[in-house]
């Protein structure tokens, strides 16, 4: 849903995005700096048109979704590899 040039992200879709991330991972679809290789996210929107046909999303919408989702599991990284941190399943 593009609201305002905002996007909000179904579960569904984000859960779709990074799966298919994952398989551009396995495909060997990053440069040698870890980074993905410039026609990825082209190929992105057309897996992402496939799974969603209603899909009107490019390329950058993809890279921004990216770049957020870095961003988190790099915090969440850092959580884990800090000194006394542990993990609730009760809360």
């Known amino acids: 849903v593009n609201m305002e040039?905002?996007?909000i992200w179904s579960d569904e879709e984000t859960n779709a995005f990074v799966g298919f991330m994952e398989e551009f991972?396995?495909?060997d679809q990053r440069a040698d700096c870890g980074q993905f290789k410039p026609r990825?996210?082209?190929k992105?929107?057309?897996k992402m048109l496939e799974a969603f046909p209603g899909c009107t999303l490019t390329a950058?919408?993809?890279k921004n979704?990216?770049?957020r989702l870095k961003e988190k599991?790099?915090?969440a990284t850092d959580m884990l590899g800090c000194?006394?941190?542990g993990w609730n399943h009760e809360k």
């Open 5 to 7: 040039n905002k996007c």
């Open 25 to 27: 991972v396995i495909d």
């Open 40 to 42: 990825t996210f082209e």
């Open 65 to 67: 979704k990216h770049k």
């Open 44 to 46: 992105l929107v057309l």
């Open 60 to 62: 950058k919408p993809f």
């Open 83 to 85: 000194s006394g941190f």
């Open 73 to 75: 599991y790099q915090y």
